[in-house]
């Protein structure tokens, strides 16, 4: 009697195991899974721009500092500048002049004496194309 039930106990078990799978995936789904899962990398994209040239006149009084676009051989396709002044006191000043005039002054006010050090311009072109156009030391 206790060998039938140790029978009927293996076989219950047995029958458990085989019922509930496999617990360790076949070689088989592995493949499946990286079938379906294909790794790609981005597309090299190589841009055809080239550099991009624009004329400035750049000058500093006591109070204030001016940056006159005059135009260029490139300004046909220029859509704006952001202008970006850093001072000797770390301050940064910056300004984005959207569809900028040949010959119009861009005027910085300061409070105090202008301490630029550095005025970085970059130019932003037809089709999204930016470039710094002029890096300005004082």
Not at 9 to 38: D, H, N, R, Y
Not at 69 to 96: F, H, M, W
Request: with cysteine; hydrophobic share 40%; proline share 8%.
């Amino acid at each position: 009697m206790r060998r039938l039930s140790c029978l009927c106990l293996f076989i219950i078990l047995f029958l458990a195991v085989m019922s509930s799978g496999c617990v360790q995936p076949s070689k088989t789904s592995a493949v499946e899974t990286a079938i379906q899962t294909p790794v790609t990398t981005p597309p090299v994209v190589a841009t055809t721009d080239m550099p991009k040239s624009l004329t400035f006149v750049v000058s500093k009084t006591e109070k204030t500092v001016n940056v006159t676009y005059t135009g260029g051989p490139d300004a046909a396709d220029l859509l704006a500048l952001k202008i970006r002044i850093d001072n000797q006191d770390t301050s940064v000043i910056e300004r984005t002049v959207p569809e900028p005039a040949p010959g119009n002054p861009i005027l910085f006010y300061y409070m105090g004496l202008a301490d630029p050090v550095v005025v970085n311009i970059i130019g932003t072109f037809k089709g999204g194309y930016q470039q710094t156009v002029l890096m300005y030391y004082f």
